[in-house]
């Protein structure tokens, strides 16, 4: 979980490098970001392998995001705004801990 939130954090402030003005925002398991946004000509396969609008992007960070996420039984989702935003939202399932554990 951390390596995804991690990685959310990392591409949206790599999205943001040509904005004059970029702002990331995390709360719990969303991270927004203003940039030019998502495109829908890349909507549809933000999530796959080798996908990606970065220069210099492989485009597998999010494609491990998904395996990640979905791998503890959760779902992540990329939503674009008008205006230029992107919203990447993750949830997993709430697993409570025995006594002792942390």
């Given at each position: 979980?951390?390596?995804?939130a991690?990685?959310?954090?990392r591409?949206?402030?790599?999205?943001?490098?040509?904005?004059?003005?970029?702002?990331?925002?995390?709360?719990?398991?969303?991270?927004a970001?203003?940039?030019?946004?998502?495109?829908?000509?890349?909507?549809?396969?933000?999530?796959?392998?080798?996908?990606?609008?970065?220069?210099?992007?492989?485009?597998?960070?999010?494609?491990?995001?998904?395996?990640?996420?979905?791998s503890?039984?959760?779902?992540?989702?990329?939503?674009?705004?008008?205006?230029?935003?992107?919203?990447?939202?993750?949830?997993?399932?709430?697993?409570?801990?025995?006594?002792?554990?942390?």
């Open positions: 979980m951390q390596k995804v991690l990685d959310l954090i591409n949206a402030m790599e999205a943001m490098a040509s904005c004059p003005r970029g702002e990331v925002a995390v709360d719990r398991f969303t991270v970001h203003k940039d030019p946004g998502i495109s829908a000509d890349i909507a549809d396969r933000l999530f796959q392998p080798f996908v990606t609008t970065k220069r210099h992007g492989m485009g597998v960070g999010l494609s491990i995001c998904r395996t990640i996420i979905e503890h039984g959760g779902h992540i989702v990329a939503q674009a705004k008008p205006g230029g935003s992107a919203i990447l939202q993750f949830t997993a399932p709430f697993v409570e801990l025995s006594e002792g554990t942390a």
